[in-house]
């Protein structure tokens, strides 16, 4: 009899010490690991977007430490990063890559084929070759599409109703960038229809930033349209400094832009784009092939104006663009 509850004790006692060990294994084996690949910043703390994807990622049950490991991986501007931080990720066999803009996205096609991707902030996924078809996306890439080109004609009208007598345009792009090539293309036929002329200015690091404004003052440029590039959006405090000392008024593409003192925006919400890319995630995890799921386009679209901004460069905004607005900076 004593040997019996001698034994049930120690039975007791082992199965309390073993059930942290269990817990343990059991929470490991529930622990997703997901890499995202960016050109903001070295650390998600520096990426404002990055906690938009975790709260996606909470609303479908995935809590950071409990259920998720996220391997963030930032270039801080530096596109000439991409590969080996793409590389970085392949080898340590996270479950799906999230990569975030053109250069980001074809760095981690070119280096797995195996490992699932979700894309976000991609201008123009088919045009950049990185899927076949939006419906079919094919191969192992599928998530979200800004729908770039198509948005800067919508984008040149605007700045030509905020400043009616403009001729010239300034548009500053990043050759690095694959799909400003074609969002070039697309801005040259709205121009055409517009009756306005394009001057194009490259700016493939944040050196060429003088040099480049030099170019729009000499030309002369009576406006800028700056392409959404993650270089530029590193630096957009400066940008939006360099247009107000060049007195251009300036069309951006997205919200933190006009935050940093631009003058307008309109673009697709970043933010929602980065939610959104949440359910891509899960669905792969829980057995989805990325090949078969279609690509989205965005569905919101967002006009953002600094008011503070346009009476510093002595603009007055039409009443109709302001009612339009979806937020106005006072």
């Given amino acids: 009899m004593r040997l019996s509850v001698l034994g049930l004790?120690?039975?007791?006692?082992?199965?309390?010490?073993?059930?942290?060990?269990?817990?343990?294994?059991?929470?490991?084996?529930?622990?997703?690991?997901?890499?995202?690949?960016?050109?903001?910043?070295?650390?998600?703390?520096?990426?404002?977007?990055?906690?938009?994807?975790?709260?996606?990622?909470?609303?479908?049950?995935?809590?950071?430490?409990?259920?998720?490991?996220?391997?963030?991986?930032?270039?801080?501007?530096?596109?000439?990063?991409?590969?080996?931080?793409?590389?970085?990720?392949?080898?340590?066999?996270?479950?799906?890559?999230?990569?975030?803009?053109?250069?980001?996205?074809?760095?981690?096609?070119?280096?797995?084929?195996?490992?699932?991707?979700?894309?976000?902030?991609?201008?123009?996924?088919?045009?950049?070759?990185?899927?076949?078809?939006?419906?079919?996306?094919?191969?192992?890439?599928?998530?979200?599409?800004?729908?770039?080109p198509e948005l800067v004609g919508k984008q040149l009208e605007f700045l030509k109703e905020v400043v009616p007598a403009v001729s010239r345009v300034a548009v500053l792009w990043n050759p690095a960038n694959a799909a400003h090539a074609l969002m070039v293309r697309a801005a040259d036929v709205a121009a055409q229809a517009l009756g306005v002329e394009l001057h194009l200015v490259e700016a493939r690091s944040s050196n060429a930033f003088d040099s480049a404004f030099a170019a729009m003052t000499n030309a002369p440029a009576g406006a800028l349209l700056l392409l959404s590039d993650p270089m530029f959006f590193e630096h957009r405090r400066?940008?939006?400094?360099?247009?107000?000392?060049?007195?251009?008024?300036?069309?951006?593409?997205?919200?933190?832009?006009?935050?940093?003192?631009?003058?307008?925006?309109?673009?697709?919400?970043?933010?929602?784009?980065?939610?959104?890319?949440?359910?891509?995630?899960?669905?792969?995890l829980k057995g989805a092939k990325p090949a078969d799921l279609p690509v989205e386009q965005p569905t919101k679209f967002e006009l953002i104006i600094n008011l503070k901004t346009a009476e510093a460069l002595g603009l007055t905004i039409p009443p109709h663009i302001l009612f339009q607005a979806d937020d106005v900076i006072r």
């Fill in 9 to 148: 004790i120690l039975t007791l006692a082992f199965g309390f010490l073993l059930a942290p060990l269990v817990a343990e294994a059991q929470q490991a084996k529930n622990m997703h690991r997901i890499g995202t690949l960016s050109a903001l910043g070295t650390t998600p703390g520096r990426n404002p977007f990055v906690e938009a994807f975790l709260e996606g990622m909470r609303a479908l049950g995935y809590v950071e430490g409990q259920h998720l490991v996220l391997e963030y991986r930032g270039a801080d501007g530096q596109f000439e990063g991409f590969p080996d931080l793409a590389a970085e990720l392949v080898r340590l066999q996270v479950e799906v890559i999230v990569a975030q803009g053109t250069p980001a996205a074809l760095a981690v096609k070119h280096a797995t084929t195996m490992i699932p991707v979700v894309m976000v902030g991609v201008g123009d996924p088919v045009g950049s070759g990185l899927v076949a078809s939006l419906a079919r996306p094919g191969g192992n890439i599928t998530g979200l599409s800004t729908l770039s």
């Fill in 238 to 284: 400066r940008l939006a400094e360099l247009a107000a000392t060049s007195h251009l008024p300036t069309m951006y593409q997205g919200r933190g832009y006009v935050e940093a003192g631009g003058l307008i925006s309109y673009w697709a919400s970043v933010p929602d784009g980065w939610r959104r890319g949440a359910t891509y995630v899960d669905r792969i």
